[in-house]
């Protein structure tokens, strides 16, 4: 998907920023690990070298198409305002859907 020029522009671009940020935070160093709510790590900064392997038609995709990376609304959001969604969740993800069945299980409707 990226050119070995691309990747090696990234590479170097990474280095030099690793270095501002250990400046920038040397009086108060940042969290080691960043992870989202379901436990999977969340890298500081996302460069080419992070997708390289990646197909654009199957893991990354057109707006309003699956997988969905780029949004549930083809025109991305410019067509249609974005929507606040609750959100529930109960420990891990696998707690969570536990929880949910033993709730409807035992009536809850939505």
Sequence with gaps: MFTDKTLNQARQGMKKWVEEVKKATSDFPEERRFSTISDLDIEPIYTPENIKDLDFATNIGYPGLYPFTRGC???????????FRMFSGFGSAEDTNKRWHQLLKEGETG
């Design 73 to 83: 609304q083809p025109t991305g959001y410019r067509g249609k305002v974005w929507t």
